[in-house]
């Protein structure tokens, strides 16, 4: 059973930067799809980032142009670079594993579609 330990959280100024990274045993990383969601409190937990197997990297349009998803097979690691953080951004941020996903036009990942998770790293943003 694959295991996801996420890390690289913390309270970080409006406009800086934070690399989550997501540490993945038990399995090879290559045979899954992994993303990146995130809930605010009060909120549902909602997409973020996504990458794995055959698909090209993508986000969520609330997060495009400052956020990368990237893999290390290697490190059998899966990270999130944030850039040009916003207050809005604070959340806990879960990584996700799937070995059956697959994407679809027009849409946005949804929990319930991945069925290995993380214990969740806390990033706060502060104005």
């Known amino acids: 059973q694959v295991q996801l330990v996420e890390s690289g959280g913390g309270l970080v100024q409006a406009g800086g930067s934070l690399r989550l990274s997501c540490a993945v045993s038990?399995?090879?990383?290559?045979?899954?799809?992994m993303a990146w969601f995130r809930q605010a409190p009060g909120k549902e937990r909602e997409f973020v980032a996504c990458?794995?197997?055959?698909?090209?990297?993508y986000l969520a349009d609330a997060v495009k142009g400052r956020f990368t998803i990237s893999r290390d097979h290697t490190e059998n690691t899966v990270y999130l670079q944030m850039n040009g953080l916003k207050p809005e951004d604070t959340a806990v941020y879960y990584c996700?594993?799937?070995?059956?996903?697959?994407?679809?036009?027009?849409?946005?990942?949804?929990?319930?579609?991945?069925?290995?998770w993380g214990q969740g790293t806390q990033v706060t943003v502060s104005s």
């Open positions: 996700a594993a799937d070995r059956t996903f697959v994407p679809r036009n027009n849409y946005s990942p949804a929990p319930a579609d991945f069925a290995s």
């Open positions: 038990g399995s090879i990383l290559k045979m899954f799809v």
């Open positions: 990458i794995g197997r055959s698909i090209s990297p």
